[in-house]
């Protein structure tokens, strides 16, 4: 028996072994020779029901309890996408449309807001969903929001090593705190640990560099940054710096409108700059009220 055969029985027998772990092993039979031996080069991949070390498995049905984007296409749901694709449409045409000429790093979205409670989590979410849904872009979802990180919660997921972990120098490959997930195009990176120096770590140079690989590394790719708030945390104005766009969640009836204009005034001009409205009952005849969403292009404008 050749070694080639020997080695695709020994193969066969180990993909038994492992069927019930939800895991899948292809064999790829190119050949290599190192030192006149054949050698069998082979491949694995993973099945949504039984993630590796760098994958995250997302529950839609959750998903769709807590009101957020999926694939399928929801009767209660249809409102809430066609909101968010247009403000999809306006971040997307200032990433790769004729707006990127004029924009730094045009693919790096900040969501933040004026004050905590917000709904800049959902909105960072949502819009992170909508783009997925997009054939030919992927998106990278960052948690920033170091001090209350959030995401993971909201997609039911236990906490994983992250951003804090890779700028305090405990990660040094990137790649390792960047998550597949089983939404085609989603990837996901978390806070990380808790550090009592979060938020200066988030205008560290390493912060800059790290954000830098990010926006140039895939030219397809949105990086979509859930930031702490404008106001209190001097870091998140540095953080935006290092973005290209903006967007500030304003909750409808809550939000004071001074903070606003405040909060719009600590993000540098150049930046491209939008409202979500969030949180806005809306009520239709023959309908049910639902939770809105709009978006206001902000870009340079000056108070009224």
């Given at each position: 028996?050749?070694l080639i055969?020997?080695?695709?029985?020994?193969q066969?027998?180990?993909?038994?072994?492992?069927?019930?772990?939800?895991?899948?092993?292809?064999?790829?039979e190119?050949?290599?020779t190192?030192?006149?031996k054949a050698?069998?080069?082979?491949?694995q991949?993973h099945?949504s029901?039984?993630?590796?070390?760098?994958?995250i498995?997302v529950?839609?049905?959750?998903l769709?309890?807590?009101?957020?984007?999926?694939g399928?296409?929801?009767?209660?749901?249809?409102?809430?996408?066609?909101e968010f694709?247009?403000?999809k449409?306006k971040?997307l045409?200032?990433?790769?449309?004729?707006?990127?000429k004029t924009l730094d790093?045009?693919?790096?979205?900040?969501?933040?807001?004026?004050?905590?409670?917000?709904?800049?989590?959902?909105?960072?979410i949502?819009?992170?969903?909508?783009?997925?849904?997009e054939q030919?872009?992927t998106v990278?979802?960052?948690?920033?929001d170091?001090l209350?990180?959030?995401?993971?919660?909201e997609l039911g997921?236990?906490?994983?090593?992250g951003?804090?972990?890779?700028l305090?120098?405990?990660?040094?490959?990137?790649?390792e705190?960047i998550y597949r997930?089983?939404?085609?195009?989603?990837?996901i990176?978390?806070a990380?640990?808790?550090?009592h120096?979060a938020?200066?770590?988030l205008?560290?140079?390493?912060?800059?560099?790290m954000t830098k690989?990010?926006?140039q590394?895939?030219a397809?790719?949105?990086?979509?940054?859930d930031?702490?708030?404008?106001l209190?945390?001097?870091e998140t104005s540095i953080l935006?710096n290092?973005?290209?766009?903006a967007?500030i969640?304003?909750?409808e009836?809550?939000?004071?409108?001074?903070?606003?204009?405040?909060?719009n005034?600590?993000?540098?001009?150049?930046?491209?700059?939008?409202l979500?409205?969030?949180?806005?009952?809306?009520?239709h005849k023959?309908s049910y009220?639902?939770?809105?969403y709009?978006?206001?292009?902000?870009?340079?404008?000056e108070?009224?």
């Amino acid at each position: 028996m050749s070694l080639i055969e020997q080695a695709l029985k020994k193969q066969q027998a180990q993909l038994k072994d492992s069927e019930h772990q939800g895991k899948v092993q292809s064999v790829n039979e190119n050949t290599r020779t190192t030192d006149g031996k054949a050698v069998l080069s082979t491949t694995q991949s993973h099945t949504s029901t039984a993630p590796t070390k760098q994958q995250i498995f997302v529950n839609e049905a959750l998903l769709s309890q807590k009101n957020f984007i999926v694939g399928n296409e929801l009767e209660g749901q249809r409102a809430l996408k066609e909101e968010f694709r247009q403000i999809k449409r306006k971040v997307l045409n200032n990433a790769f449309g004729p707006a990127r000429k004029t924009l730094d790093t045009p693919n790096m979205v900040m969501i933040t807001s004026a004050k905590p409670n917000e709904g800049k989590t959902f909105v960072s979410i949502n819009l992170a969903l909508s783009i997925a849904l997009e054939q030919d872009k992927t998106v990278l979802l960052v948690d920033a929001d170091v001090l209350k990180p959030s995401i993971l919660r909201e997609l039911g997921v236990k906490p994983k090593a992250g951003l804090i972990d890779y700028l305090t120098g405990d990660i040094d490959d990137i790649g390792e705190i960047i998550y597949r997930t089983n939404i085609n195009k989603l990837s996901i990176m978390p806070a990380g640990k808790s550090h009592h120096l979060a938020n200066e770590l988030l205008a560290s140079e390493r912060m800059a560099k790290m954000t830098k690989e990010l926006s140039q590394r895939y030219a397809d790719r949105i990086v979509i940054f859930d930031s702490p708030p404008l106001l209190g945390i001097n870091e998140t104005s540095i953080l935006s710096n290092l973005m290209g766009q903006a967007l500030i969640t304003v909750e409808e009836n809550q939000t004071n409108l001074n903070d606003v204009k405040h909060a719009n005034h600590l993000l540098r001009a150049e930046l491209a700059k939008g409202l979500v409205l969030n949180k806005a009952l809306y009520s239709h005849k023959n309908s049910y009220g639902y939770y809105g969403y709009g978006y206001g292009y902000g870009e340079h404008q000056e108070d009224e």
